[in-house]
């Protein structure tokens, strides 16, 4: 059974950092592109960061762009989310994702939920003024 299983959330203050991670199990994700995703409280799932299979992509959320940084080890079967310089609106629920295909998506990841077929439980960050 594959499982995503996000970790590192918690209540931080503004201008904090946490490192946000998500722990693969049941099936390798090395040639696959991961995403990170988040749900704000009364608001739709949003992207925020994706990595292709081996690192060499990166694609961020204007939102986010240069405060977070995404990441992987592929021999852990494990994504990070470092994020920094963290704000009151980037408290949500993160979600960590997986895509299944190993062509075109997985060099350049989707920005789209619909790019992913793997998701975890999510793991609850709030960021306090």
């Known amino acids: 059974q594959v499982q995503l299983v996000e970790s590192g959330g918690r209540l931080v203050q503004a201008g904090g950092s946490l490192r946000l991670s998500c722990a693969a199990s049941?099936?390798?994700?090395?040639?696959?592109?991961m995403g990170w995703f988040r749900q704000a409280p009364g608001k739709e799932r949003v992207f925020v960061a994706s990595?292709?299979?081996?690192?060499?992509?990166?694609d961020y959320a204007d939102s986010v762009k240069g405060r977070f940084t995404i990441s992987r080890d592929n021999a852990k079967n494990t994504a990070y989310l470092q994020m920094n310089s963290l704000k009151p609106e980037d408290t949500a629920v993160y979600y960590c994702?997986?895509?299944?295909?190993?062509?075109?998506?997985?060099?350049?990841?989707?920005?789209?939920?619909?790019?992913?077929?793997?998701w975890g439980q999510g793991t609850q960050v709030t960021v306090s003024s």
């Open positions: 994702a997986a895509d299944a295909s190993t062509y075109y998506s997985s060099t350049y990841p989707s920005r789209r939920e619909s790019g992913y077929d793997y």
């Open positions: 049941g099936r390798s994700f090395s040639t696959n592109a």
């Open positions: 990595i292709s299979w081996n690192g060499g992509n990166t």
